[in-house]
Every structure is written in C-alpha cells, then in structure tokens.
C-alpha cells in the first residue's frame, strides 16, 4: 500500500458511547424515561481511558478520535464544571504521552438536558450556546487537540432524530428536519470561528457522512437522476455551505446504496442486493476510492473520521479495514490529499439505539466484568503499518 509517511492510523469513539454514567445528557434523560435502551456504566472508559489508549498502541494505532461531553462540562447552563475540564485534561494528556494525535469532536449526537428542553438544534439561541461551548473548549482544552471536529454526521442526526424519530427528540417532520439542517449547518460556521477566535492555528473539520450511490441500470435515466439528487443533498449539499469554514474535511463511510427507480412501489427508491455484511448494511471498500475522489474537488486535506464494521465473531473484521486502507492507497497514488483513517470503533460501544448487541470494537469488552481483549482482526493495522 502506499501511504503517507505522517499518515494517521487511528480509531474512533464518543462520549456518550463509552463513557458511562453521562447523567446530565438528554440521551440519559430519554433513558431512564425508558424510550431508549440504558447506557449505564456504558464500556466505563471514563475511569479506564487509560488501559484503553495503551490497547490502542498495542493495535499500533498513533491518533484517537474521541469527544468531549457538552453536558459534563456545561452541565447547567453557563455553569462550567472545571472538575470535568480537568478530567479531560488528564485524557489528553494520556493521549499525547502515549504518542496519539488528538481528534476531538465537540457534538456527537448528544445534548445537555438543558439545551435540549430550550429546544436543541431547532433553536437558534441553542445554536449560539454550542458555539459559546466551542469557545469554551479551545479556550480551557485547545492547547491538547490537534484536529476538531465540529459535529458528528448532521445528515445522520437530522434523519434519526426529526424524521425517522428513532433518537430524541424523537420527531418525524420533513419541516423540522430541513430547519435542523439550516441550524446545523449555522452551527458549524459559527463554532469555526469561535475557535479560531481563541486558537487561530486551530484545525477543524466535520465529520460528513457521506454514501457511495451507484444506479441499479447504469444506463438509465431514473435511476441516474435519483443518483445524481442524492448525491447532491446528502454528500454535497452541507459540504458546500461550510466548506469556507473547514480547513479539512472528516468523511465517515460505512456503505454503499444501490438505487433503482421503481414505478411498481410507487417511484419510490428501492435497494438492490449487492454485498451485505453481517449488520445488513452493503459494504463496498471501492466506494470509498470512489467517494474521496468526489471530495478531492474541495482541495482540502481528508480524513477518514470513521469507517468500520459490526461483526462479534470477527471473521470479516480484517479484511474488512485491510481492504478499505487498500482503496485509501488507491486515491493517495492519484495524489489525493488523505492524510488519516480512522476506524470505528476503538472498542464495543453502546449503540445508540441499538443498545449493546452490536460490535463494531476492535477490542471486545466483557460488558459484565469490564475485562477488555483485542480482537485478532486488529492486528490488521500492525501488518499494514509493517509494509508500507
Ligand atoms: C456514528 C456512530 C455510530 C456508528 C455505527 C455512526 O453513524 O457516528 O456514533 O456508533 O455510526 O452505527
């Protein structure tokens, strides 16, 4: 493979996925009201973020993206909690001891409780709030992070939470979806420049989730033209009104869609077969060639923020990331500016939703003793690393 010589090998998590105990976020709230699956004591990485980031050298790992938790450090509004600033001090500093570069995403999904009774995303003056809360970070942390990412996948939020209401707050309206979008989207500029009010040498992103689209029929104009829309709204559309405010660009790629017009299930898009992995979902590693490609346009450096499988008996997990690094290569040798991939997830997580059936780590962790092992797919990273 040929890789950069600084090229990041990394692996990704947030806050409210391993952590635990995240009291004071709308997720826990929502919990304990019982519309969603508790996350308890999660993977408890809040006490052992340090035997974690040390399994994470041994995989041969050199970065780390993790998140910081709005709702510990602002658990009231305007209320900063220094305890939990010093808290993830002593994370970053672990981080950088140990020789990781430090990504840091500052919205992963979850809100304070009290930002998300004034509203959340729907409200602009929770909009302004995140971006005194980004201010806040790069003021008391900025000096341990290397790389920020604003917000973790604004399509996947919107579409989760205001329209297919399976996260909080739970609603289904194209109208406040396409609002959230708008604010999103303010939400991104606004904290940019909030940082770089602080940090001026700050580098941020986002992390965009973006899809590889193929027509079903490559030769026909339907499935073309569905192609050509969702493209543009669901890989450009943000991208292009926050560009200016990026100094890289975070891709999370997980799969690839097969759109086909169907006039027999009313013009709606239907999903052909193709590949499928073992959590349903159609992987496809060219498709990320295909995509860093349709992002080299940009001309700003790329990382690949997340990327990764959920398969608990491990068997495809190897070559599942070897084969993604493999399309990586591809774009690098037609001098696309890749500087970093980072899979998910450093460990099994709680999955949103989904609870904790899924495995998307690359350490496994006995939920019941806390005990942690590497998965032998992992070792994917030390054999890579060896032979570029
Ligand atoms: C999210 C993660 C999530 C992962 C796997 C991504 O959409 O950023 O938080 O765990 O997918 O489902």
Not at 53 to 69: C, D, H, M, P, Y
Not at 89 to 112: A, S
Not at 178 to 203: C, F
Not at 351 to 378: M, S, V
Request: positive net charge; charged residues 25%; contains cysteine.
């Amino acid at each position: 493979m040929q890789l950069p010589k600084n090229f990041l090998f990394g692996a990704a998590s947030a806050a409210h996925q391993v952590e635990g105990n995240n009291i004071n976020s709308n997720w826990w709230h929502e919990e304990q009201l019982g519309k969603l699956p508790k996350s308890g004591l999660a993977t408890n990485h809040y006490n052992e973020f340090g035997e974690d980031f040390v399994l994470a050298k041994q995989i041969g790992l050199n970065a780390l993206r993790i998140s910081v938790e709005w709702s510990r450090i602002e658990p009231k509004e305007n209320e900063w909690n220094m305890e939990e600033v010093e808290h993830y001090h002593e994370v970053l500093q672990k981080m950088k001891e140990l020789g990781l570069t430090r990504m840091v995403t500052l919205f992963h999904f979850t809100l304070p409780q009290w930002a998300a009774k004034l509203g959340g995303l729907e409200s602009k003056y929770v909009v302004e709030r995140f971006a005194k809360f980004s201010k806040f970070v790069a003021e008391n942390l900025g000096h341990e992070i290397d790389l920020w990412i604003t917000i973790n996948e604004p399509e996947v939020y919107t579409l989760l939470g205001y329209f297919r209401g399976v996260h909080p707050p739970f609603k289904k309206s194209l109208w406040t979806s396409v609002k959230v979008v708008q604010n999103l989207i303010t939400a991104h500029n606004q904290s940019y420049l909030a940082i770089k009010s602080a940090l001026p040498s700050a580098k941020i992103g986002m992390a965009k989730n973006n899809v590889y689209y193929e027509p079903y029929r490559a030769k026909n104009l339907l499935d073309r033209g569905l192609v050509a829309l969702l493209k543009y709204f669901g890989n450009h559309y943000i991208l292009n009104r926050t560009i200016s405010h990026c100094d890289f660009i975070g891709l999370n790629y997980y799969f690839y869609q097969n759109i086909k017009f169907s006039w027999a299930s009313g013009g709606v898009l239907k999903n052909a077969e193709r590949i499928k992995s073992v959590m349903g979902l159609k992987t496809y590693p060219k498709g990320l060639y295909f995509l860093l490609r349709d992002l080299a346009k940009y001309k700003k450096p790329i990382y690949i923020t997340e990327n990764g499988i959920a398969n608990a008996n491990d068997e495809m997990r190897q070559r599942f990331i070897k084969e993604h690094l493999e399309a990586v290569s591809l774009a690098v040798k037609e001098r696309i500016d890749v500087r970093g991939y980072f899979n998910w997830s450093l460990t099994d997580t709680f999955e949103w939703h989904d609870g904790y059936g899924l495995k998307f780590g690359l350490i496994e962790i006995n939920f019941e003793t806390g005990e942690r092992k590497i998965r032998p797919g992992a070792e994917v990273f030390n054999k890579v690393i060896k032979n570029i």
